[in-house]
């Protein structure tokens, strides 16, 4: 099971977002076949993360946090990661085909990305973390198609924008962690610590500013938003300020599901936005 990282399954939720904002969740007829379009994309990125696992396996094993991968650490054979590589994707574009032909392109264009990434894309310098939030993109796109909920645009730049931030923060933890960065990521060579911090914050900026856009212009409400969407604007700038101090100072985490997971202050800010979130559009 480790080789499919089922504790990264979480970030295939922006598979409902669509539906979650477009204030249908519990709607049956759609809430089917969002969740039949979520363990898709779980099987899609289990192949992902085996087939990544394969590539990086020598770099793995000297990386302090990675080398206890199944691959790296001999747990599996290569053969058999690949294997299993190609059982997981075979399983989830023969589901996502039954979906609908749109879905299957934007399942197919993600798996795509996701080698051109593992190969060429994280060693070039900003398209690495470009391709990182082009791959959350495409889980909302498909997240639409599934349920034939309309993707607004506001929802796709703001699920850029913040997902550009925690792939600069997830960079910045890894240059705090590692001794030695560039020996286990070549981009490392183009990055620098003030580099980065001045990237999370002018990404941050946006990223909170487009939330607050979103709310005011968008069709939340048919006079405007509903004040109890207004009271999580606070909830998102302290959680941005809270990632941004965690990536900087207290990095020792080994990615951004384990600070959702672990850190409790981003805990309560997710579950407190989530609860004013849920009444403002469904009650």
Known sequence: MDLARPADYVKNCFV??????????????????????FCVFCLLVSGCYAINDVLDAQADRRHPLKKGRPV????????LALTAACLWI?????????????????????????????????????????????GFILRVIAGGLAVQVYVSTWLIVCTGLLTIFLAIGKRRCEFTVLKIPTEHRKVFQFYSPGMMDMGLIIIGMHVLATYVAYLCFSETGPKGPPPGLLLTIPLVAVGLYRLFTIFRRNCRFRGIVEIIIQDTIIKILLAVWVCLFYTALYL
């Open 16 to 37: 409902l977002a669509p539906l979650f904002f477009a204030g249908d969740f519990w709607h049956a007829e759609k809430l089917e076949p969002a969740m039949v379009a």
């Open 72 to 79: 790296a650490s001999g747990r599996i054979g290569p053969g």
């Open 90 to 134: 075979g399983i989830g574009i023969a589901i996502s085909a039954a979906i609908s032909l749109d879905f299957m392109m934007v399942g197919g264009a993600y798996l795509v990305l996701q080698l051109f990434y593992s190969l060429i894309f994280k060693h070039w310098p900003i398209c690495d973390v470009l391709a990182i939030s082009l």
